[in-house]
């Protein structure tokens, strides 16, 4: 059953540490994104990565780390230098065809709660 | 750089029909998507339009398409109350080629 899977679905971080969100895709797709969701402000682009050991930073990259070491997967570090880190993550992937479509398939998200 | 703008909320009766409607400033944006988004869930593609067409209909979706105007809407007929949900309109292509730009989303809520 292809899909994208995030882990974990609910995650606590106390302020000052770092913490990891994991995705993974077995769609064998070669492009994925995070995009961080608040309410009432849509969803916004962190990180992007079209090809692995390849990335780019979306629109809100301050305070966050990734990397693309294989193809299915593109783990996303929230550091401490991220000041609002509590909101939604959605992970999501699509084929990288070389045209200008991006129909994107997304995972089920992780809710992160700072404490 | 794009941007893409929606009403925040809309409410109607079952067995209307919805209309969700979403602006976009960039002319080159090749593909528009609607997403749904039911409670703590990921996004769940509804139905996508190309840039050189007016209009698309799938089943109980119809996605009007105006270029001139950078205007998008998608008409839900027959509207359910398991169509409750956020509905996310997204661009891509053109000056955000490789990623999609979202909306901030649609809450529509659906009364019996």
């Known amino acids: 059953d292809g899909g994208i899977t995030q882990s974990p679905k609910y995650l606590f971080r106390k302020e000052g540490q770092n913490v990891t969100l994991s995705c993974e895709q077995n769609?064998?797709?070669?492009?994925m994104y995070w995009y961080r969701q608040d309410p009432g402000q849509g969803l916004r682009l962190i990180y992007y990565s079209q090809i692995v050991n390849d990335f780019q930073k979306g629109d809100i990259a301050e305070g966050y780390s990734v990397s693309r070491e294989k193809k299915e997967s593109f783990p996303l570090t929230v550091t401490s230098a991220q000041k609002n880190p509590t909101a939604f993550y959605l992970c999501?992937?699509?084929?990288?065809?070389?045209?200008?479509?991006?129909?994107?398939?997304f995972g089920q998200g992780t809710r992160l709660t700072v404490v | 750089g794009e941007d893409v703008e929606q009403s925040l909320f809309l409410s109607v009766r079952e067995g209307d029909s919805s209309v969700i409607n979403c602006t976009y400033t960039?002319?080159?944006?090749?593909?528009l998507y609607w997403y749904k988004q039911e409670p703590g869930a990921g996004l769940q593609l509804l139905t996508y339009i190309f840039s050189n067409m007016d209009m698309k209909q799938d089943q109980r979706l119809t996605v009007l398409l105006n270029k001139k105007d950078k205007h998008l809407s998608l008409r839900i007929a027959d509207t359910q109350t398991g169509d409750s949900a956020i509905y996310f309109c997204a661009s891509a292509g053109g000056t955000s080629y490789g990623k999609l730009t979202f909306g901030q989303g649609t809450i529509l809520t659906v009364h019996p």
């Open positions: 960039d002319s080159s944006s090749t593909y």
């Open positions: 999501a992937s699509s084929v990288n065809r070389g045209r200008r479509d991006t129909e994107a398939f």
């Open positions: 769609l064998n797709h070669d492009a």
